[in-house]
């Protein structure tokens, strides 16, 4: 009877230690909790190293598909200890998705910001970017298609309940950012080259779903806003291959891309629902 009635004790806390409990956990989370996913290399691994570099104060939880191997992920880790955590999340498994989602749940209780940075262009042997019709198969559609666009919409179902603002996670902005990455060449007004057609359509569809997600964070009044991001070219591993072709000065650090673009996670507003900018800050045409 003493065991059990202890056990009772414990499960219904007195209203003051509840409410001290909360006022720590608030603490705790001190600056907001902002999640990238695809955050083991590239502009990804960059978003995170800027949210935590140059802000004193936020977590960050970053994701991708096999964190032993993310080494400089792992670097960070030692030097962010307290302030980054990795989890594992493939986007071609929506187990993963969930997991990652429940995850975040039980430690954080809510996300401010969340970011897909993940995106594909060429996989030797697997997936090149189609310089002609006769060079479209199937299977780089739906590969291009699985990873740019469809993994991306599954991450913000799962995530969506978590996206909130205030709460224990002391968000300083009235709304929850989800930003998506995408790229210029999705924009079906300006396309003038055509070719690419993998890549194209699969972030032409992730434009359309943001865009349909958007609308319905608007409908419902979630104070949550979706939009998307053009980083320009941008010096990493997705495009060393086809650098040769950019015009000289068009090719960007990933630390200024990720820079420029963080200020327009910054400086959003309710009106940008669903938006599609450039790194510049200039709007695209869908």
């Known amino acids: 009877m003493k065991l059990l009635m202890q056990r009772n004790f414990m499960a219904t806390p007195p209203r003051s230690f509840r409410r001290s409990s909360f006022c720590n956990s608030a603490l705790k989370w001190e600056g907001g909790v902002s999640m990238v996913q695809g ?17 004193d104060k936020g977590h960050v939880i970053a994701t991708c598909r096999n964190p032993n191997g993310a080494t400089a992920l792992l670097d960070l880790k030692r030097k962010f200890d307290e302030r980054l955590s990795i989890l594992q999340l493939d986007l071609t498994n929506e187990n993963t998705i969930e997991a990652s989602a429940n995850s975040i749940r039980e430690r954080y209780g809510s996300l401010n910001l969340l970011i897909n940075a993940s995106g594909i262009l060429s996989v030797p042997d697997v997936l090149q970017p189609e310089t002609t019709l006769s060079k479209v198969q199937k299977s780089s559609l739906l590969f291009a298609y699985e990873v740019n666009a469809v993994g991306p919409i599954l ?23 989800v930003a998506n990455v995408s790229a210029r060449v999705g924009s079906i007004g300006d396309n003038r080259l055509g070719g690419w057609h993998s890549y194209r359509s699969s ?43 950019v015009p000289e000065g068009k090719l960007l650090t990933k630390e200024f891309s990720v820079q420029k673009l963080l200020g327009i996670i910054d400086n959003v507003k309710r009106n940008d629902n669903g938006k599609f900018f450039a790194w510049d800050g200039q709007e695209i045409p869908w």
Do not use: Y
Request: proline share 4%; aromatic share 4%.
């Open 155 to 177: 991450v913000i179902k799962h995530m969506w309940p978590l996206l909130k603002v205030g709460g224990v996670s002391g968000a300083e902005k009235d709304i929850a950012v």
């Open 203 to 245: 972030k032409a569809a992730l434009n359309q779903l943001t865009k349909t997600v958007s609308m319905e964070f608007a409908q419902k009044k979630n104070p949550v806003i979706c939009i998307l991001l053009h980083p320009g070219t941008v010096d990493t591993d997705l495009s060393r291959t086809f650098q040769r072709n």
């Open 39 to 55: 955050a083991s290399r590239g502009i990804g691994l960059e978003f995170v190293t800027q949210l935590l570099e140059k802000k």
